[in-house]
């Protein structure tokens, strides 16, 4: 198993920037051969793939959400991060953080347990 | 993006075989090998079944299967257990260098 854990804030105001970060357990997030992703699924609903993000640095969102993402990683901490800007209530949702194979990244091969975060004044 | 389709629910006796279908157009299902499958029982996180359109990761039963036939790609599950019971999720690498995922298929075991 590659242990993947987001951590963050539960409750964010709306307007203001969603932070969400994963600790990667096992394995290295600069060894490449994976994409570190970030996926989230609004309540009852389906899933949504926000972006993944490459140790070298490339970063690929998704078109919806482009304008409001970032992602980064800190190889020193073995983390990945999420930045979402200027939430609305509609950005309420579970956010999982996964693993995506490079060499197939038709999907995650590993997720983490997924945080809630609601967006509430 | 538009999601990929599947249908919204299936149902079936255990021991059946059941088939979920995640259909999409020449920009993702059929662009790549890369189509894959998760199942996701109630407040959990989503379990990865199938890969690369119909190959199963170690551990998983060899009850389930993928395939694919033009721009639809199929998850089967043969011989059901009342566990199999979930939502299943498709999803595709797309040409634009991003991942599409199907609406989900809620699967019933009567």
């Known amino acids: 198993q590659v242990p993947l854990q987001e951590s963050g804030p539960g409750l964010v105001k709306p307007s203001q920037t969603l932070s969400l970060t994963c600790t990667v357990s096992?394995?290295?997030?600069?060894?490449?051969?994976?994409?570190w992703s970030w996926i989230r699924q609004h309540p009852g609903k389906g899933l949504e793939w926000i972006g993944n993000?490459?140790?070298?640095?490339?970063?690929y969102y998704n078109p919806s959400l482009k304008s409001r993402v970032t992602l980064s990683i800190d190889a020193s901490k073995n983390q990945f991060s999420l930045k979402l800007t200027s939430v609305t209530a509609a950005d309420t949702a579970v956010y999982y953080c996964?693993?995506?194979?490079?060499?197939?990244?038709?999907?995650?091969?590993?997720w983490g347990q997924g945080t809630l975060v609601t967006v509430s004044p | 993006q538009s999601a990929l389709t599947q249908p919204a629910s299936v149902s079936g006796s255990p021991g059946q075989s059941i088939t979920i279908s995640c259909t999409g157009t020449?920009?993702?299902?059929?662009?790549?090998?890369?189509v894959y499958w998760y199942q996701q029982h109630p407040g959990k996180a989503p379990q990865l079944m199938i890969f690369?359109?119909?190959k199963r990761p170690s551990g998983v039963s060899n009850r389930f299967s993928g395939s694919r036939s033009g721009n639809t790609a199929s998850l089967t599950i043969s011989g059901l257990l009342t566990e199999d019971e979930a939502d299943y999720y498709c999803?595709?690498?797309?040409?634009?260098?991003?991942?599409?995922f199907g609406g989900g298929t809620k699967l019933t075991v009567l």
């Open positions: 996964a693993r995506v194979p490079s060499s197939g990244p038709g999907g995650a091969d590993y």
């Open positions: 096992r394995g290295f997030v600069n060894s490449g051969g994976y994409y």
């Open positions: 993000s490459f140790h070298s640095g490339s970063t």
């Open positions: 020449t920009n993702d299902i059929s662009a790549y090998d890369y």
């Open positions: 690369d359109v119909n």
């Open positions: 999803s595709s690498y797309t040409t634009s260098a991003t991942l599409i």
